[in-house]
């Protein structure tokens, strides 16, 4: 019941930026937990931030890059992504948890030159 769209990808050099976001719809008064994951070519998917009311929590590769925020009016999560490095390219997916289910949207490119 709840639909996650992401945008805001795309090609950046490395040290630059990118803002994604992730709208939300349906049953968006469920959602407890969102969240950002990655997925590498050849990869597995890897968690990059949650954001739970006050709580949030990073991985370490991205701590003190990346900011997860929440605008619950807009219904809408961003990643703000700063001091990009190649590493960081991937396909970025907004994660929702209720308590029935997670959802995940389609995904978003971002990729980083060097």
């Known amino acids: 019941q709840v639909q996650l769209v992401e945008s805001g990808g795309g090609l950046v050099q490395a040290g630059g930026s990118l803002r994604l976001s992730c709208a939300a719809s349906?049953?968006?008064?469920?959602?407890?937990?969102m969240g950002w994951y990655r997925q590498a070519p050849g990869k597995q998917r890897e968690l990059v931030a949650t954001?739970?009311?006050?709580?949030?929590n990073y991985a370490d590769s991205v701590k003190g890059r990346f900011t997860i925020s929440r605008d619950n009016a807009k219904n809408t999560a961003y990643l703000q992504m700063n001091s990009l490095k190649p590493e960081d390219t991937a396909v970025y997916y907004c994660?929702?948890?209720?308590?029935?289910?997670?959802?995940w949207g389609r995904g978003t490119q971002v990729t980083v030159s060097s």
């Open positions: 349906g049953s968006i008064f469920s959602i407890n937990t």
């Open positions: 994660n929702a948890r209720d308590y029935r289910a997670d959802y």
């Open positions: 954001i739970t009311g006050g709580r949030i």
